[in-house]
């Protein structure tokens, strides 16, 4: 299981790494360079899915064979 991704924001193009939480879906994050609030894409389930260089946990778990998606209804 990979704890971190590399979130890179879609409006100035800066990337950070950042730590995952194991076990929720993060639905905000804000850039730390130039404030630019993401979101999750639709159909995506948190913004480390979306922006980041590898899902979250949970989506890992699950295309992994074990567990069930996080937080997608």
Wanted: aromatic share 4%.
């Amino acid at each position: 299981m990979i704890a971190q991704s590399v979130i890179k924001c879609p409006g100035c193009g800066t990337a950070k790494t950042e730590p995952m939480p194991s076990d929720a879906c993060q639905i905000v994050y804000e850039c730390t360079h130039c404030g630019m609030r993401l979101r999750p894409k639709p159909g995506d389930c948190c913004v480390f899915c979306s922006y980041g260089s590898v899902p979250c946990p949970p989506i890992q778990a699950e295309r992994a064979g074990g567990g069930a998606a996080c937080c997608r209804g």
